[in-house]
């Protein structure tokens, strides 16, 4: 999953990164209200939006009210001051979907992101099942007929983008934004590398990973 974190504080940003990459996400950061609402139009392979709304030369009401003015349905947690009953009501009603009021556990905070992310997925449970190979989203774990795959973080990812989009073409560039943090130098022979290798894993039975050429790759759909 990718999130971007808008939050001037720089501790209180580093954590939650830290916690958030732990737990496998692809992270980016800005500061303030400015960065947060162009970093926002630029970034379509978004799975979650962390909001302060106490934010520096924009405010998080406004960036939350001018995401959804552009018609995006980003699912949006805010953090907001634990005193701040009306930011919170009025975030709530601007469109942001979950709130958390400072300061919050870090353990909490996650586990409301996977599960703002699984809705945003439209999917209820944290398994996702593809013939024979049933992947985790909370643990991590990807299984081929009940035997644990062993796969990098890199891999995981690349599983975790096909799965969620089977049968439908996945772009190089899409994968390069999927799955690299700003900054982070990842060519599409990189992509060509990871995908080689997560065939060789899960590639087995009816798991088959198309590749388009010149456009990119696709997780053929199983029939039931
Ligand atoms: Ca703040």
């Not at 969620?164 to 060519?187: A, I």
């Amino acid at each position: 999953m990718r999130i971007l974190i808008a939050e001037d504080d720089q501790v209180l940003a580093d954590g939650l990164m830290r916690a958030l990459r732990g737990a496998g996400a692809v992270v980016d950061h800005v500061a303030n209200g400015t960065e947060a609402d162009a970093a926002l139009m630029i970034n379509t392979e978004l799975d979650l939006l962390i909001l302060d709304l106490g934010l520096p030369k924009m405010n998080g009401l406004e960036v939350l009210k001018r995401l959804r003015g552009r018609g995006s349905a980003l699912p949006v947690l805010i953090l907001t001051a634990a005193d701040s009953v009306d930011e919170r009501v009025k975030g709530l009603d601007y469109g942001a979907d979950d709130y958390m009021a400072k300061p919050f556990s870090l353990q909490e905070l996650e586990a409301r992101v996977r599960a703002l992310v699984r809705r945003g997925m439209g999917a209820g449970s944290s398994l996702i099942r593809h013939g024979p190979l049933v992947y985790d989203q909370t643990g991590r774990v990807a299984t081929i007929d009940g035997k644990m795959v062993e796969l990098s973080a890199r891999e995981l990812g690349l599983l975790e983008v096909l799965l969620q989009r089977t049968g439908r073409l996945v772009s190089k560039d899409q994968l390069v934004d999927r799955l690299c943090e700003w900054g982070e130098e990842v060519s599409n022979n990189a992509i060509e590398v990871y995908v080689h290798r997560l065939r060789k894993k899960i590639e087995k039975g009816p798991i088959r990973i198309a590749t388009v050429r010149g456009l990119g790759y696709c997780l053929e759909k199983i029939a039931p």
